[in-house]
């Protein structure tokens, strides 16, 4: 038998990919009393959507192609609504720097060579910046630090700072540059510049053959430019259709059902789950790794240290539903620089991605690294509200009352690659492998923290454990 433990989206996908290829019998257990993990949406009575967690869906490389080969998988392609590339939600990100909304520079060539406020001098000023700064040798660097060196101190911290914002809730000070710029950091390394880096790579780069793909939906989000995509009636339709799917294929879902403790033993491993102990054939975390270090620590402290210090941050969301088209202009919403000082990370338009007749829907993201420092450690529902509705006044200067809100604490929900997370987890998975643990590692602790990146996980960890079986 085959435990997965977690019934997140990493969970769930580990539980469909092994019921598409074993017949071996798999229990998946999930300490909640419901699947989906961070993925989770509220209807509500007049049909709007909140999300609490993530809501759109990236369709790009080979991880979104697998997702979008999911979706075909479950039949959800008519569910799918995708965002072109020349929708205002694609074109259109904001930063709020002094008081002031400025649009973030867009995919077009010519944005480069004005110069676009809060920046003091065009950008195309940063590509001269990088052939003149000396290269630093380093095995790794915040993300900060390199933007700082190669492009200058606006770029790190108007477009950098936000961005890390808007992806990990972090401080883009202690992110690796590997989590979002591994090969302008490698440009750097091999050849002095980001510049140069690039200029080699495309000199060397033999001709691609066309990219082959057997997804339909794929083809098509190629062949529409989609940059993003979500469900039609909200992202939890994913976990909620793949939870039907493996119920159907006779997963045994364990709900309300902590795992306590692992124990390890020769090609088996004994789980402790509510008081009572039973054994497997092979185990597939997608827990957290701060989760997965508590149960393992006792026979493994060595691994057990490694998975604790990968730090998560808290974000609070808040949904905002409001009578009235109010948004001054469309745009996929706004991010707050950390050096504003301010507790709001970013705020979401929804209804420009998503309209719903003559109403406003917002998403206020909070706290993130900061969140201990403007919430401490336990904020009332109503302090978040309050404080919520508050920067959507002062910032987008909507003063009625919203009609419908919800707000969702969402406590260590996204995991942080601070600098060294990379050799960390070559660490952490050399030690699996050196100790012959029957344990694979999935989710969004490890190789990346999007729905995408968490789903090619499962895959590869179950493709690697039938490999490992048939060998
Ligand atoms: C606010 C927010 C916005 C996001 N936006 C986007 C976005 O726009 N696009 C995108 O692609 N991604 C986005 N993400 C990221 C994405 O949602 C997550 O990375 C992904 O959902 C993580 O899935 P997971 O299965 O790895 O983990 P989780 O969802 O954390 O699932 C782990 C599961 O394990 C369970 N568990 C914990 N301990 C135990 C135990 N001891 N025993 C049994 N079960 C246990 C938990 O209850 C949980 O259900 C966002 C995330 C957040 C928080
Ligand atoms: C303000 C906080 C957050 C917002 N979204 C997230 C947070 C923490 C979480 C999140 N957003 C993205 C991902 C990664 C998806 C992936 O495929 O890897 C995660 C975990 C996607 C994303 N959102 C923004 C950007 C620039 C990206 C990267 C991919 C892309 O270009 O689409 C921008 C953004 N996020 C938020 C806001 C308000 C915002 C911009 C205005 C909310």
């Known amino acids: 038998m085959y435990v997965v433990l977690g019934g997140g989206i990493g969970g769930l996908s580990a539980v469909h990919y092994l019921k598409k290829s074993t017949w071996k019998h798999v229990k998946l257990i999930e300490a909640s009393n419901r699947l989906g993990g961070w993925i989770q949406t509220t209807r509500t009575p007049r049909g709007f959507i909140f999300e609490h967690g993530p809501r759109t869906v990236r369709p790009k490389g080979v991880a979104g192609e697998n997702t979008l080969a999911l979706i075909e998988d479950l039949g959800l392609v008519s569910r799918v609504v995708p965002i072109t590339h020349n929708h205002p939600a694609a074109q259109n990100r904001f930063i709020y720097v002094n008081k002031a909304l400025y649009a973030l520079p867009s995919s077009n060539i010519c944005s480069v060579f004005v110069t676009q406020p809060p920046f003091t001098k065009p950008l195309i000023s940063a590509l001269f910046h990088d052939l003149k700064a000396p290269k630093k040798l380093l095995k790794d660097d915040s993300v900060y630090d390199f933007v700082e060196r190669r492009l200058g101190k606006e770029i790190a911290e108007y477009a950098v700072c936000p961005l890390v914002c808007g992806i990990c809730a972090g401080d883009a000070k202690e992110i690796t540059v590997k989590f979002l710029m591994k090969s302008l950091f490698e440009a750097e390394q091999a050849h002095g510049s980001i510049v140069k880096g690039i200029l080699m790579n495309a000199i060397k780069r033999k001709s691609n053959s066309p990219f082959r793909t057997k997804c339909e939906l794929f083809k098509t989000a190629v062949k529409e430019k989609w940059n993003v995509w979500s469900l039609d009636g909200g992202l939890e339709l994913l976990p909620e259709t793949l939870t039907s799917s493996i119920k159907n294929q006779q997963a045994d879902v364990l709900l309300s059902s902590p795992c306590e403790e692992i124990v390890f033993q020769t090609g088996k491993a004994s789980l402790k789950v509510r008081g009572n102990v039973f054994e497997c054939d092979h185990v597939i975390s997608s827990l957290p790794a701060k989760q997965l270090a508590l149960l393992i620590a006792k026979q493994h402290p060595e691994l057990g240290e490694e998975l604790s210090s990968i730090p998560t941050v808290t974000v609070a969301v808040v949904n905002l539903q409001f009578e009235g088209r109010l948004l001054r202009q469309d745009a996929f919403g706004l991010l707050v620089p950390p050096s504003e000082d301010l507790p709001i990370l970013g705020i979401v338009f929804d209804t420009c991605c998503f309209p719903k007749g003559d109403n406003t829907v917002l998403t206020v ?86 729905i995408n990146d968490v789903i090619l996980s499962a895959r590869t960890a179950v493709e690697s454990l039938i490999k490992d079986i048939q060998t």
């Open 365 to 450: 993201m909070m706290g993130g690294r900061w969140f201990e420092k403007f919430f401490g450690e336990d904020p009332t529902p109503d302090t978040l509200l309050n404080i919520a509705v508050h920067h959507v006044r002062s910032i987008l200067h909507i003063s009625s009352a919203p009609e419908a809100h919800n707000v969702s604490l969402l406590n260590n929900c996204i995991p942080q690659y601070v600098v060294g997370h990379h050799e960390r987890i070559e660490r952490i998975k050399t030690y699996v492998n050196n100790h012959n643990l029957p344990l694979s590692l999935v989710g969004a602790s490890y190789d990346g923290v999007g």
